[in-house]
């Protein structure tokens, strides 16, 4: 089967291996249930009824403020890379002209399929990132990667993964189009504070460096603006979710950084239990009295300009 078309939208399995190379397990069958179910309207009291981290994280509508605020003009043709259940491509799909999403999950493409089949600019490339961007053809004036970036070494097979993904990709960006890319501050100040790493459920393990860990890398804001330079892009802008990039109540940027007082949304842990080794309110406006917040910030979001 190379396609499947679910209401509106259409399933590419050209590059589909076979299997699901990434999955939450179990859970997956129950948000596709959902999906396949429950009107959008409806997600809010299925969250409040399943008390569930995964329901919550892909089927909550603040997921989409990382990109809702984004200026577009509706023309824009977009590549969603790591689109997973679809927790911001709604939102890509009404602020966009067309849609193409990538993910190597089959059973995770379904879901975003079924919640998404209304929109007609939507079509969706199942398989692994290196094996489709290939034979990718078009040229894209948006291309996201949100919460997707520090997974680069299961797209890319390299010795410097990072900065490979990152040239292939931009070999797809029309002239004058983004890249957006939210991703987790290794050295966030939620990690010092007693928060467990965000994708080991370890404590410290990204602040001192990953050292049990190898499939999996975020950075700090020097680390990344490195990765950018080495792959030769230049026009770089830092945003600063909080209180982080999944579940964001603002976002700051160098021209507007938050003032003392403002940072007080720090104990949001849904997924797993966590220290207080210190209260974060007063640390952030240490941090920001001392210019030092966008250092600490607990996540980033970059635009990337072609």
Same mark, same amino acid.
């Given at each position: =089967?190379?396609?499947?078309?679910?209401?509106?939208? /259409?399933?590419?399995?050209?590059?589909?291996?076979?299997?699901?190379?990434?999955?939450?397990?179990?859970?997956?069958?129950?948000?596709?249930?959902?999906?396949?179910?429950?009107?959008?309207?409806?997600?809010?009291?299925?969250?409040?009824?399943?008390?569930?981290?995964?329901?919550?994280? &892909?089927?909550?509508?603040?997921?989409?403020? $990382?990109?809702?605020?984004?200026? =577009?003009?509706?023309?824009?043709?977009?590549?969603?890379?790591?689109?997973?259940?679809?927790?911001?491509? *709604?939102?890509?799909? +009404?602020?966009?002209?067309?849609?193409?999403?990538?993910?190597?999950?089959?059973?995770?493409?379904?879901?975003?399929?079924?919640?998404?089949?209304?929109?007609?600019?939507?079509?969706?490339?199942?398989?692994?990132?290196?094996?489709?961007?290939?034979?990718?053809?078009? #040229?894209?004036?948006?291309?996201?990667?949100?919460?997707?970036?520090?997974?680069?070494?299961?797209?890319?097979?390299?010795?410097?993964?990072?900065?490979?993904?990152?040239?292939?990709?931009?070999? &797809?960006?029309?002239?004058?189009?983004?890249?957006?890319?939210?991703?987790?501050?290794?050295?966030?100040?939620?990690?010092?504070? *007693?928060?467990?790493?965000? &994708?080991?459920?370890?404590?410290?393990? %990204?602040?001192?460096?990953?050292?049990?860990?190898?499939?999996? +890398?975020?950075?700090?804001?020097?680390?990344?603006?490195?990765?950018?330079?080495?792959?030769?892009?230049?026009?770089?802008?830092?945003?600063?979710?909080?209180?982080?990039?999944?579940?964001?109540?603002? $976002?700051?940027?160098? +021209?507007?950084?938050?003032?003392?007082?403002?940072?007080?949304?720090? +104990? #949001?842990?849904?997924?797993?239990?966590? =220290?207080?080794?210190?209260?974060?309110?007063?640390?952030?406006?240490?941090?920001?009295? %001392?210019?030092?917040?966008?250092?600490?910030?607990?996540?980033?979001? /970059?635009?990337?300009? %072609?």
């Amino acid at each position: =089967m190379e396609n499947e078309q679910i209401g509106k939208v /259409v399933l590419d399995y050209r590059f589909y291996p076979g299997e699901d190379g990434y999955t939450d397990g179990t859970v997956e069958d129950e948000m596709l249930e959902i999906a396949r179910t429950c009107e959008p309207d409806a997600y809010g009291q299925v969250i409040a009824e399943k008390k569930s981290w995964p329901v919550l994280y &892909h089927f909550s509508y603040l997921r989409e403020n $990382i990109i809702s605020w984004l200026p =577009m003009t509706g023309r824009e043709r977009v590549l969603e890379i790591g689109a997973g259940p679809g927790a911001i491509t *709604g939102a890509l799909c +009404r602020k966009g002209a067309q849609v193409t999403c990538v993910d190597l999950s089959r059973k995770r493409c379904l879901i975003n399929a079924y919640r998404h089949r209304d929109c007609g600019n939507l079509n969706i490339l199942v398989g692994n990132f290196q094996d489709i961007e290939e034979n990718l053809t078009e #040229q894209y004036d948006l291309i996201t990667l949100i919460g997707v970036f520090e997974y680069a070494q299961f797209s890319i097979h390299s010795d410097n993964p990072f900065v490979d993904y990152l040239v292939r990709i931009r070999r &797809h960006l029309a002239p004058g189009g983004r890249i957006v890319i939210a991703i987790e501050n290794r050295l966030g100040l939620k990690y010092w504070a *007693g928060a467990t790493e965000d &994708h080991t459920g370890v404590y410290f393990e %990204g602040i001192e460096g990953y050292p049990t860990t190898n499939y999996v +890398r975020t950075f700090s804001k020097k680390e990344l603006t490195g990765v950018f330079a080495e792959a030769g892009m230049e026009q770089v802008e830092f945003y600063y979710p909080y209180p982080d990039y999944k579940f964001v109540d603002r $976002i700051y940027s160098d +021209r507007y950084l938050p003032k003392k007082g403002e940072l007080n949304l720090n +104990r #949001q842990n849904f997924d797993r239990e966590r =220290m207080q080794v210190f209260q974060e309110e007063r640390v952030y406006d240490s941090l920001i009295e %001392g210019g030092m917040f966008p250092e600490f910030s607990n996540s980033f979001l /970059v635009i990337v300009r %072609g």
